[in-house]
């Protein structure tokens, strides 16, 4: 069966735009987990959602939300861009919630902020 | 306050040796914990876990090892290959708390030919 798609795979922001960054998960997968990575930061978690509720989140500012639709798939929005947004936004889903089941990565979305 | 820590940011090992990387975490309610592999430009894939009722499991080449007492999990590749070559997460659950996941930071490690 298909992975998980993200979409866009590359994005160019200005500061203070916003973003809407776009995850589709493995068919039947009910949660999706949202992740930034930065050099020398690893994997910053910013949240799970779990049959379209946000179960779990990360400690990042209220400039990052996301939803989850009743298909499963997922957006992550990012208002008022700073540079340090710059990154790479992976998203992952399994099946339960993600502290207890394997998690299947997508690709990612490499956002660049000028 | 990072509860899983990875203290060592890379690792070098000779292809063939064993690769042992270490994880050490400060919650005591953790009973689940899972090991990832990433390779650059690629998101990061599953490649053990262990429940807290264990102390070892093993896959492959791959077996991870959890001391509960030490708080203190470890994984280790035999024989380490150079296709190994990635940053290697750890992370870890509780039963409660919506299951969240706390992720270590990474060990980079480089198996050489």
């Known amino acids: 069966k298909a992975g998980v798609t993200q979409t866009p795979r590359y994005l160019i922001k200005t500061r203070g735009q916003q973003v809407t960054l776009s995850c589709s998960p493995i068919s039947g997968h009910r949660s999706v987990s949202w992740y930034q990575q930065t050099p020398g930061q690893g994997l910053q978690f910013l949240f799970e959602?779990?049959?379209?509720?946000?179960?779990n989140k990360g400690n990042f500012p209220g400039r990052f939300s996301g939803r989850q639709f009743s298909n499963s798939r997922s957006e992550m929005n990012v208002s008022t861009l700073e540079l340090g947004d710059s990154a790479l936004y992976l998203c992952a889903s399994s099946f339960k919630l993600a502290g207890g089941n394997e998690q299947f990565f997508g690709p990612g979305t490499r956002l660049t902020v000028l | 306050d990072q509860q899983v820590k990875q203290n060592s940011p890379s690792l070098s090992v000779q292809e063939g040796r064993i690769s042992i990387l270490n994880c050490d975490y400060t919650n005591s309610m953790f009973d689940y914990f899972l090991w990832y592999k990433k390779y650059p430009a690629e998101g990061p894939t599953f490649l053990i876990s262990?429940?807290?009722i264990k102390d070892k499991n093993e896959d492959g080449r791959f077996t991870v090892f959890l001391n509960k007492s030490a708080k203190h999990l470890s994984l280790h590749i035999v024989p380490s290959q150079p296709g190994d070559s990635a940053v290697y997460f750890c992370?870890?659950?509780?039963?409660?708390?919506?299951?969240?996941?706390?992720w270590g930071l990474g060990t980079s490690l480089a198996v050489n030919p």
């Open positions: 959602y779990f049959s379209e509720t946000q179960r």
């Open positions: 262990i429940s807290s």
């Open positions: 992370a870890a659950s509780e039963a409660g708390n919506n299951r969240k996941l706390i």
